[in-house]
């Protein structure tokens, strides 16, 4: 066992996260950032001495699936256990024995297809808080971005009826040279700009900010809204027709089989040949090539000069950004590089990749808008959180469920905290860009965009 003090903590959870791969170390870093009793457990005792030796964690070298090992860990009091080992099955034992021994919340990483269309099936019976796959997010996340190409990334809030969408103000583009409060009289009514990178400064943009050529600009919207309003200012909007994928792997399945429901063709190349057979049965509607991905002449065969998308799904991050650099380089296909490791992230930023998604983030950030709202009040909820800006901003939909200090009363009268913007109000189902006019309600969900982090309930956004 590995012990360093906790006495300088703020009270937090009790939690323990079984597994210290890539989305453990991410849970670790970032839940014990929030005040938050870690304990890790871990096979591999040079990881958990090093994770014991960064952060103010408790560590136990074991098998987190063991009674004897999760009761040294102390599951009897603890909040909640997170299982994130590379085995869905001992992720899945993991959580039924500390249900058994210990009252505690319990969520599993579980990526085999298989698990993962019996995910409410298991949740239910199981008893489990949440069941997450990061390769089946991420591909959610590519297919919203190829069904709107032209943005850098597109999140989606209350549940789909509204959309945070980030894009590059391109030179010459309407937008560039005006203030925010003249393009809301004419361009951005039924939008708001939340959020705006300029040479690595991150603003929450006022009425007065002019927004430039090469600013990257996130906005949230309405679905249907997000569209027109990009339509609006010169850019396509037009759904790619047809992908080529690099790597067969979960992530590539996932991806293909949303990417055939919309209507898009999908052409994936993979060096296994049985795995091949086996995409052909799984996805009939799909052309399955089997070679090398990482060929120039096979992918100059295959048509890259001529694909409107293209995305590589290796496993190596390496890989994927060469295939992606290539792509750019012999093509105009709309690019999306998945990317699993965080090392070299600054020098990853400057590279031209198009929309880069990160699995590990999405998987953590669901995980820590549930930890958040276990933690504090009943008034209100997190239903989402979203990190924007390598972690400079947060995104967050908070659910109302009771009268408040910030209920009943116009958005104008109250006194927010600097960096901060109330996006929209979701009410029944209906998107609302609020004015300073609109108050928020109990019942509604309710988006905030801002640059403080650990936001835990609406109240939060007072001053």
Do not use: W
């Not at 839940?31 to 591999?44: A, V, W």
């Not at 190409?149 to 980030?166: I, R």
């Amino acid at each position: 066992m590995f012990m360093k003090s906790n006495k300088n903590k703020p009270k937090g959870l009790q939690i323990i996260i079984v597994g210290c791969g890539k989305v453990g170390m991410t849970l670790v870093e970032q839940l014990s950032q929030e005040g938050h009793d870690i304990t890790i457990i871990d096979k591999n005792a040079d990881i958990v001495q090093s994770m014991s030796s960064l952060h103010d964690v408790m560590g136990i070298v074991g098998n987190g699936a063991s009674y004897s090992t999760q009761m040294e860990a102390g599951i009897e009091s603890t909040d909640l256990i997170i299982a994130v080992t590379d085995s869905d099955e001992l992720n899945l034992l993991c959580c039924i024995i500390a249900k058994r021994v210990g009252d505690c919340a319990a969520i599993a990483r579980v990526r085999t297809p298989d698990y993962s269309k019996e995910a409410g099936y298991l949740r239910e019976k199981l008893g489990l808080t949440m069941i997450i796959n990061p390769e089946l997010e991420a591909s959610a996340e590519a297919a919203r971005i190829l069904y709107l190409p032209t943005a850098l990334e597109v999140n989606s809030f209350a549940h789909g009826q509204a959309e945070m969408v980030k894009f590059k103000v391109t030179e010459g583009n309407k937008l560039a040279g005006n203030t925010i409060a003249l393009l809301g009289t004419d361009i951005t009514e039924n939008i708001v700009i939340c959020a705006v990178e300029r040479n690595g400064e991150v603003y929450i943009p006022s009425g007065n900010f002019q927004v430039e050529a090469g600013d990257v600009i996130s906005f949230v919207a309405s679905r249907m809204m997000a569209r027109t309003f990009l339509n609006n200012i010169g850019f396509k909007t037009n759904q790619v027709k047809d992908t080529m994928i690099i790597g067969g792997g979960n992530a590539a399945y996932y991806l293909a089989k949303q990417l055939l429901h919309m209507g898009t063709s999908v052409k994936i190349i993979e060096s296994d040949r049985s795995r091949c057979e086996q995409l052909s049965i799984l996805l009939p509607k799909a052309i399955i090539i089997n070679g090398d991905g990482s060929s120039e002449e096979l992918l100059k065969e295959e048509g890259i000069q001529y694909a409107e998308s293209f995305v590589p799904l290796t496993g190596i991050d390496e890989e994927n950004i060469m295939l992606t650099m290539y792509a750019k380089n012999v093509s105009n296909a709309k690019v999306i590089t998945k990317i699993n490791r965080m090392a070299f992230r600054s020098v990853i930023n400057r590279l031209d990749l198009g929309s880069v998604i990160y699995p590990r983030y999405i998987t953590s950030e669901a995980i820590i808008a549930y930890v958040r709202a276990k933690k504090d009040s009943m008034d209100s909820n997190i239903e989402t959180l979203y990190h924007m800006f390598d972690h400079r901003v947060e995104a967050i939909e908070f659910r109302v469920y009771e009268k408040s200090a910030v209920t009943g009363i116009p958005l104008k009268n109250l006194s927010l905290k600097e960096g901060l913007l109330i996006s929209f109000i979701n009410r029944n189902g209906k998107i609302i860009i609020p004015s300073g006019h609109d108050s928020i309600e109990m019942g509604d969900t309710v988006m905030i965009v801002t640059t403080h982090t650990g936001f835990n309930d609406i109240q939060d956004i007072l001053k």
